[in-house]
């Protein structure tokens, strides 16, 4: 799973005080484990928090928690920077720039599951995945509930359709993240035939903000 946060124009929370930095120009990552072995992960663009400390990890249909009691095994960091030519578009190459690390953990107990969070940071925002190595205590398994968050750091402008598991056909809304509710936008749609949007607060991917400072974020999947 990966998911990306492009960015346009902490609190003491750290086992053992281990904080990973990785930085390309003014975008700058942080993670850090908590006292309960919790992931954390925070976003920067120079020195203005975009996402505050913010939560990882999954719960598994069998109730077990993958988001806490882990511990660092290690970590390693590379850079990248090549260019690829798309079959079509407005320009002929593209540049991959990015700054990667890759965070091993382990749980704190008897079965002492694995799992890596690699993170990509490029000049324009971040980019993460989870992966699942190879391993006898976690064979087969169903997710039952990712715990990702994105503590934002502030109430932004959002541009917004619900979050529909059939349609994408909404009208956009403009408002405060906080003032999100689908609810009326779904009932009064009735040019649309099937709506199914379950959560009044859900909202469709691509999701587009903008900070009272001017600074546009964009939160969606990557590598579809």
């Not at 904080?19 to 203005?48: H, Q, T, W």
């Not at 660092?72 to 079959?87: A, C, I, N, Y």
């Not at 909404?170 to 199914?196: C, F, G």
Request: charged fraction near 20%; aromatic fraction near 10%.
């Amino acid at each position: 799973m990966l998911i990306m946060l492009l960015i346009m124009l902490q609190t003491a929370m750290a086992q053992d005080n281990k904080i990973i930095k990785v930085n390309l120009n003014k975008v700058r990552l942080e993670f850090m484990l908590d006292a309960e072995g919790k992931p954390f992960y925070s976003v920067y663009y120079g020195e203005k928090a975009v996402i505050k400390p913010s939560p990882m990890g999954f719960t598994l249909a069998n109730d077990s928690a993958l988001d806490k009691h882990f511990e660092l095994t290690g970590s390693e960091q590379t850079s990248v920077d090549e260019t690829w030519k798309p079959v079509w578009g407005e320009v002929s190459s593209i540049r991959n720039h990015y700054q990667q690390v890759t965070i091993h953990l382990k749980q704190k107990s008897s079965a002492g599951r694995l799992m890596n969070i690699i993170f990509r940071v490029f000049e324009d925002g971040v980019g993460f995945r989870y992966e699942f190595p190879t391993q006898p205590n976690l064979k087969y398994f169903i997710v039952s509930n990712e715990l990702t968050g994105f503590n934002l750091a502030g109430d932004h402008k959002t541009f917004w359709i619900p979050g529909d598991y059939d349609t994408n056909e909404y009208l956009y809304t403009t408002s405060k993240i906080s003032e999100i509710d689908n609810r009326q936008m779904v009932a009064s749609s009735t040019d649309i035939a099937v709506r199914v949007a379950p959560d009044a607060h859900a909202v469709q991917t691509p999701l587009m903000m903008k900070s009272a400072d001017g600074l546009y974020i964009n939160i969606h999947e990557a590598a579809l």
